[in-house]
């Protein structure tokens, strides 16, 4: 089907039904891909394989997509502010709007970037244990149905042992371990020194000292 573009100069985005309007300008280098995209379509057949639906008549091109996670988004390609979720909304499904416009988990605030690893995280872990396959093992063990709650505490135990961004605690026994390697590095480095030596040399004496004199009249033990 052949594709006229309007002689408006402008073109609108509906996006669930909150409408956006645009310049053409603006539009070839929009920096949202899948909007940015529209610019080179050749026929309407190109327009839908980017939108839901397009009126000729209005110029309007329909994306049946989540309204306030694209005007989170918009907002934040427009350089206000950095992007968040948006409330009440799950993380998992402002992500999809985010891959669907072409944005990236890395587009994310870092507090938003942890929620998200650790909702997938969680969301693996279940499906996972969900299996059929798996859960056909696990009800053939003894006691198979009660030791999900186990794996999903393992998970979280490994997870905070060996991924130190996961959460607060992984963070924090994180920078536990670098404390303690800093300590170590310190101590082994104080000890090669001259004073370090001598005052151990001197302390290893009293010690002597003290075991040979502990009693009168007592012999040193062979």
Known sequence: MTYRRSGAASVVLNVGGARYSLSRE???DFPLRRVSRLHGCRSERDVLEVCDDYDRERNEYFF????????????????????????????????????YWGLEGAHL????????????????????????????????????????????WLERMRRTFEEPTSSLAAQILASVS???????????????????????????????????????????SG
């Open 109 to 152: 605030e870092y507090c938003c970037q942890r929620r998200l690893d650790d909702r997938m995280s969680d969301t693996y872990t279940f499906y996972t244990a969900e299996e059929p396959g798996a859960l056909g093992r696990d009800e053939a063990r003894p006691g198979g149905a009660e030791a999900a709650p186990s794996r999903r």
């Open 64 to 99: 049946d997509r989540h309204s306030e996670a694209f005007g989170f988004i918009l907002l934040y390609v427009r350089g206000h502010g950095k992007l968040r979720f948006a409330p009440r909304m799950c993380e998992l499904s402002f992500y999809n709007e985010m891959i």
């Open 26 to 28: 603006l539009l070839k």
């Open 178 to 220: 670098v404390v303690f390697v800093i300590v170590s590095m310190v101590v082994l480095c104080a000890s090669t020194l001259p004073d370090w030596r001598a005052a151990a040399a001197d302390n290893r004496s009293l010690d002597d000292r003290s075991r040979y004199s502990a009693g009168p009249g007592r012999e040193p």
